[in-house]
């Protein structure tokens, strides 16, 4: 299934975002306020958000396509500059002067985290940005194995965007992977595959998911009310929980073998979901799949790649 990775051609619609890392070290108190002087020695960019799954994407072999927006700044051309060079394809991304790109940056003192500073836009994207998305999207949907929508919050995914993509994408037998936000969730009738984590699927419900009951009835109601093919719920250090249409559901334990940074594991996990699928994986192979490579992930720090050979090697090691 991995090999089958190669070549595909996927669509990834959602909010890019521009993940800032400030390393340093700490080795004093601040005189100004009780808090750790951290003294930076190094900077990073990185994409986050629908560009880090776009970027995922191309780490294991596919050819990502990339629809979103960005500030028309110099932070909107650094984070292009690094998809391309990953071979992330960036002409659908739509270039607002009316608004800002999105930084998140996080303070680290070696493997700490100190702080995190988001610099951001939650307004909903103006219609003629959303209308140069769909036309871009229907000229990519195509030829296109399968769309990942990521979804953070930020105004560029609405329910008519979605309605439009899905329409498309069914009429091409296409998988349609959603990794979604509660404010939104719901919206989302007719995916292929959702990925909440625990929080945000409580917080759709409107219920506490405190045990195995409340789970399994938090994800059959979202199965029930989003009619889509199938809900896979992420855990964290629980593993995931798998439910489809007359199945009972399907418990996958965390393969992490050591968690040093939780930063990207649910865009791997949608990422490799949905190449999973594309590849001809059944919905619990794929999980599997991408359950072994969010392992991966969060044993590294920041947001971490991860390539199909480590992959097979997870696997094969457990």
């Known amino acids: 299934i991995t090999a089958g990775f190669k070549g595909k051609k996927i669509l990834v619609l959602g909010d890019v975002i521009l993940d800032e890392y400030l390393l340093g070290d700490v080795s004093r108190i601040s005189p100004e306020a009780p808090v750790p002087v951290v003294e930076v020695r190094k900077q990073e960019y990185k994409p986050g958000g629908a560009a880090y799954v776009a970027l995922q994407a191309a780490n294991l072999g596919a050819l990502p396509r ?95 965007l979605f309605s439009r993509v899905v ?66 719920i992420t855990r964290g250090e629980h593993g995931m929980a798998l439910f489809e249409k007359n199945k009972k559901p399907y418990y996958i334990p965390t393969r992490a073998k050591e968690v040093f940074d939780v930063t990207g594991a649910g865009d791997t996990v949608a990422a490799v979901l949905a190449l999973s699928l594309a590849a001809g994986a059944t919905m619990t192979d794929a999980a599997q799949i991408a359950n072994f490579a969010a392992g991966v992930v969060v044993g590294k720090v920041g947001a971490a790649s991860v390539t199909a050979a480590e992959i097979v090697s997870a696997i094969r090691k457990h």
């Open 66 to 160: 990339l629809a979103g927006v960005t500030g028309k700044d110099h932070l909107a051309a650094a984070l292009s500059g690094l998809l391309k060079k990953a071979g992330v394809d960036t002409s659908g991304l739509v270039a607002d002067p009316a608004r800002h790109t999105i930084v998140k940056t996080r303070v680290i003192a070696r493997t700490q985290q100190m702080v995190r500073i988001d610099r951001e836009s939650k307004s909903s994207i103006s219609k003629k940005d959303a209308e140069k998305i769909m036309l871009y999207a229907e000229s990519r949907i195509t030829d296109s194995d399968a769309v990942i929508v990521s979804d953070y919050n930020k105004g560029v995914v609405g329910p008519h």
């Open 167 to 232: 329409s498309l994408a069914k009429r091409r037998g296409i998988t349609v992977t959603v990794d979604p936000k509660p404010a939104y969730c719901l919206e989302y009738r007719g995916a292929t595959v959702l990925t909440p984590n625990t929080a945000e699927a409580a917080q759709s419900m409107g219920v506490q998911i405190t045990d195995q009951k409340s789970l399994n009835a938090a994800g059959k109601q979202l199965l029930r009310r989003l009619k889509s093919g199938a809900v896979l």
